[in-house]
């Protein structure tokens, strides 16, 4: 397994601002081809703006609050599940290895956390210019929270996630390198996000994450 191999041999331990591996190579290669072709809407093109959050499935945050005229809410974001694993079947394996047990307990085992129980939800994520994301710290429910980078177009590796100590200074950002990525699990101090950054084309990734709610994909504990 392509993860697994990783997990034991391309993977860095970070302390600072908050405990962290950055991980090289975890996807194949027409893995990482499906997150390039996966067709994600541009939010101008449905008339919406970026907001800091990754919420706009619901509209832009006035529409979200009960303004008509804040914007539509249009399908923006990408989960792969059975009802599309057609679409992705090198992504949908790369789920299979994630509820794998050797996978899930290694990664388990490096971050601290029991993850017999839960539930791997993964996102195709695509980003274009004036997408930023203000610093925060993921819900409870996330008990692992991982982006993968995939950088087709030759982007900036400043693209990557901007990382922030509890006074919300910035201390670093992870490369945006092809097939390269970090996870961790949530803290009250593992602050991240991303500035606005000047995006050229694209900013592609998929985000994975063990959860504690139900998805159709249980880890085979």
């Known amino acids: 397994m392509e993860l697994f191999k990783s997990l034991e041999n391309k993977i860095k331990l970070f302390k600072t ?8 190579d975890p996807l194949k290669e027409q893995a990482i081809r499906e997150i390039c ?19 706009l499935d619901g509209g832009e945050g006035a529409y979200r609050s009960g303004i008509k005229d ?9 989960y792969v599940t059975k009802d599309n ?19 899930c307990g290694k990664i388990g085992s490096l971050i601290g956390k029991d993850l017999s129980n839960s539930f791997v939800r993964l996102e195709v994520i695509c980003d274009r210019e004036g997408f930023w994301l203000k610093p925060h710290c993921d819900i409870k429910e996330k008990l692992m ?24 200074n910035k201390v670093k950002t992870v490369p945006y390198k092809n097939n390269y990525g970090y996870f961790f699990t949530s803290g009250p101090n593992t602050w991240h996000g991303m ?15 063990y959860v504690s709610f139900q998805t159709d994909g249980k880890v085979n504990s």
């Open 17 to 24: 601002p908050f405990e962290h591996f950055e991980i090289n």
């Open 85 to 103: 694993s057609n679409q992705f079947p090198h992504l949908t394996n790369f789920i299979e290895e994630l509820r794998s047990k050797e996978v």
């Open 145 to 168: 929270s991982s982006i993968v980078f995939v950088n087709p177009h030759e982007e900036s590796e400043n693209l990557g996630t901007d990382f922030y100590d509890e006074k919300l």
């Open 70 to 78: 804040g914007g539509k809410a249009k399908k923006i974001r990408c």
């Open 195 to 209: 500035e606005k950054k000047e995006i050229k084309k694209e900013r592609r990734c998929i985000q994975i994450n």
């Open 37 to 55: 072709e996966a067709d994600i809407p541009d939010p101008k093109e449905e008339k919406l703006n970026y907001d800091g959050t990754r919420a």
